[in-house]
């Protein structure tokens, strides 16, 4: 992690939430009032992929690919109870919990108030979130949480690695049981895209920038040039996904509360069920805590990618993992509370640490 990121939330991290909202304001006005700006840019796709759209989701997730210190897998055998946790967590239960609550809600709770084919749409992009765990943020609620960084860097390299393995069929299956037929190649083509492409890049840049100039440089100076791409990257898209969405979220605003609801549930559930594993296993706070936020929060940044690429950027799919960006940081700024308070649960300290 560059100095910067080690010492404080970032200033758009921090307000993402507000960000996300004036964004979402800023894409209806559009298109409600200037229509011709996303009608033009419309005209620019590729095998039913936007090309600005996916200009942008590249700026949004290099950056953070080149965060990611893959040598660190090298200390993977020390002290692995914490990274049995997040991955059973993150891919033996996250994505199943978040398809079960999403129907439940969807589908029988909130029945009369969403129609079943728009229904069927916003879980599929539930379980986008739900099969994306965090990659970048989680460095953010890992420093919160005084966690211990070279650990973290090791479970996100991890999960990185098993998201290029992963993350396809879990969503093919799950997508499947819902009636909703993907193509294995166009999913694919998704995460070749939006997830191997960028983080090829990211691994290549950091090899050559280091060898160069330095692994500190690349850390310190290197690194921080990019701090705020991800937020614009992300916040330009989702500008775009409202301008094509506007029509649909003036006629049912009400739906990206009801949409919010299950999406928070599974928050606090996964990192409850994270948080006391690692205390069953007698793990310090500062590798538990980390492996509870990483569970919690999602690599939303991919789940838009992917639902744009699949549904379209004008799906309710779409506008699914758009809201679970808007809750997700007031939720985990809470989780993150909840996890500072109840520091004394854990031991304090613990011989089986990865050292930096």
């Known amino acids: 992690m560059s100095k910067k990121e080690s010492t404080e939330i970032g200033f758009f991290q921090k307000y993402l939430t507000v960000w996300v909202a004036l964004c979402m304001v800023a894409g209806v006005l559009i298109g409600k009032f200037l229509p011709e700006i996303p009608a033009f840019l419309n005209q620019f796709e590729y095998a039913n992929v936007s090309i600005p759209v996916a200009i942008l989701i590249w700026v949004m997730i290099y950056p953070m690919m080149m965060k990611v210190d893959f040598q660190s ?28 609550i999403a129907a439940f809600f969807f589908y029988v709770v909130f029945s009369n108030f969403i129609a079943p084919d728009l229904a069927r749409e916003y879980l599929a ?30 479970q996100v390299a991890t999960n990185d690695l098993i998201i290029l393995i992963a993350f396809v ?10 009636d909703i037929s993907v193509p294995w190649e166009t999913l694919i083509l998704s995460v070749v895209l939006f997830v191997v492409i960028p983080l090829a890049g990211g691994i290549l840049t950091r090899i050559v920038i280091s060898k160069r100039k ?8 290197f690194l921080p040039k990019f701090d705020n791409a991800t937020i614009v990257g992300l916040l330009l898209t989702l500008v775009l996904l409202f301008a094509f969405q506007g029509e649909v979220l003036l006629n049912n605003p009400l739906h990206i509360v009801l949409i919010a609801v299950p999406l928070i549930i599974q928050t606090f559930l996964i990192f409850a069920i994270a948080y006391f594993a690692s205390k069953v296993l007698k793990l310090p706070h500062n590798i538990a805590a980390p492996a509870a936020m990483i569970g919690a929060s999602n690599f939303f940044e991919l789940a838009v990618a992917v639902a744009i690429a699949l549904f379209g950027i004008t799906s309710p799919a779409a ?6 960006v808007l809750v997700e940081v007031p939720v985990m700024l809470i ?22």
């Open 214 to 221: 330095g692994v500190e440089y690349f850390e310190n100076q």
């Open 125 to 154: 992009g539930a379980v986008l979130l739900g099969a994306a765990p965090c990659t970048a943020m989680v460095f953010v609620w890992s420093h919160l949480t005084k966690g211990n960084p070279a650990y973290t860097v090791v």
């Open 73 to 100: 897998i090298k200390n993977v055998g020390k002290n692995p109870k914490g990274l049995y946790v997040t991955w059973v967590v993150n891919w033996l239960i996250k994505p199943f919990t978040m398809y079960a």
């Open 169 to 178: 069929p879990i969503v093919k299956f799950l997508l499947g049981v819902s």
């Open 319 to 324: 506008i699914a993992t758009v809201v679970g």
């Open 335 to 356: 989780l993150v509370k909840i996890a500072n308070s109840t520091r004394d649960w854990f031991p304090r300290s613990s011989t089986e640490t990865i050292k930096e």
